[in-house]
């Protein structure tokens, strides 16, 4: 039996190990550590913070974002940073940052819960800025970036909502999650349009173009939904132009009714003579793997005939579209317009074919290479 004098003597012990723990974890805190909703005052805000940025909400109330470290350190560049466009001797500050919230006017600023994933920043900087809103209903866009690779950035968005500093995650058209950040080329790879939109252009090495994906802001659910693809062989922004969604509904529409894309009357079975009332003589005419075609100067007529055996009452057996300057890519068809109804390698052709089934007709949608943009386009 332990004696009750060694019971005091070991609990006493236990008692002064665990005031030394937490005294030596206290003692490795930085001092003023910051805790989500310590009140911090605007004038030592601004004497503490690296980087201040101003931000509107939806109701275009404005607040100022602190960037702060209690743990900062500072250092110098000694050679030349080519993702921020630093140079040597430029000043480097690392730490673990975080983000205060001062409501305009306000003494006090309240520290964020909103994590920045914020290591570094380096003076001058350019790579963390805010993008303004083109209406009164939509706030402005904080934009803290990361390197990506040697084309884009990875880019972390915020907003204020409800008096908070809060993170936007992105989800595609259906609404599944794509990640907490997306990409955006560097030096103009990111703006904002009216309806709360957003695009982010990237250079794509596979295909040689610029992707610009457009995002619809959702400010209630903290969501950027994609609302439409486009690829680009210029790096200007599209400010004219149909995007893949509305080009791609509009081909599905007339692929179902069998008819040439813009021009309902001219329909898959009418005859020769009739379409060639319509259309008039083609730009050029040859034999295809199951028939005749007129090729005039946006898209082919196919016909149930070869050359040989046309008159006028050959019908229309096919229509091709020459949409390579549309840049679709197989996998934008696919998000735009669902699982194909067959896909496969045709070596017939020297090529792959993606088939979708609409009600009495088909989409064929024709490329060379799995990684390869679509050149043409087939409604039988």
Known sequence: MIHPKHNAKWASLAL??????????LLLLPPNAAAKGEKISAKQLESMSRLSFTLRDAMQTAYTVYIFAYDE???????????????????????????ALLKKGAAYGTVQAAKLDLNTIILPQTWNFVVKSKE?????????????????NEVKTYI???????????????????????????????????????????YNNLQFVYGV????????????????????????????????????????????????????????????QAMQKKLGKPNSRSNGEWGAYYYYSKFGIGFDSYMHELSKKSRIAVIQLYNEKQYLSPWNVKRWMGKPTSEYYNEVVGGYEMEYELGKHTIVFNYLEEEDLIDFTNIY
């Not at 934009?143 to 884009?152: C, E, L």
């Not at 595609?172 to 080329?185: E, M």
């Open 16 to 25: 002064l190990t665990l005031i030394a723990y937490v005294l030596s974890a």
């Open 213 to 272: 994906d457009t995002f619809k802001l959702n400010v209630n659910k903290l969501e950027m939904r994609l609302e439409d693809t486009r690829n680009l062989r210029s790096r200007d922004w599209p400010n004219s132009g149909v995007g893949d969604r509305a080009y791609l509904k509009s081909l599905k529409e007339a692929a179902l009714k069998g008819v040439l894309p813009g021009r309902t009357d001219i329909k898959i079975g009418m005859t020769l």
């Open 136 to 152: 009164a209903s939509t706030p402005d866009m904080l934009m803290i970036t990361d390197w990506g690779t040697s084309n884009f």
């Open 160 to 202: 204020v909502r409800s008096g908070e500093l809060r993170r936007v995650t992105y989800v595609d058209n259906k609404g599944k999650k794509i990640d907490d950040s997306y990409s955006a080329g560097r030096d103009d790879g990111i703006r904002t349009l009216s309806g709360a939109r957003v695009q982010f252009k990237n």
């Open 73 to 99: 350190q500072k250092s110098t560049l000694t050679e030349e940073n080519g993702w921020t466009n630093n140079k040597k001797g430029d000043k480097s500050y690392s730490g673990t940052y975080r983000a």
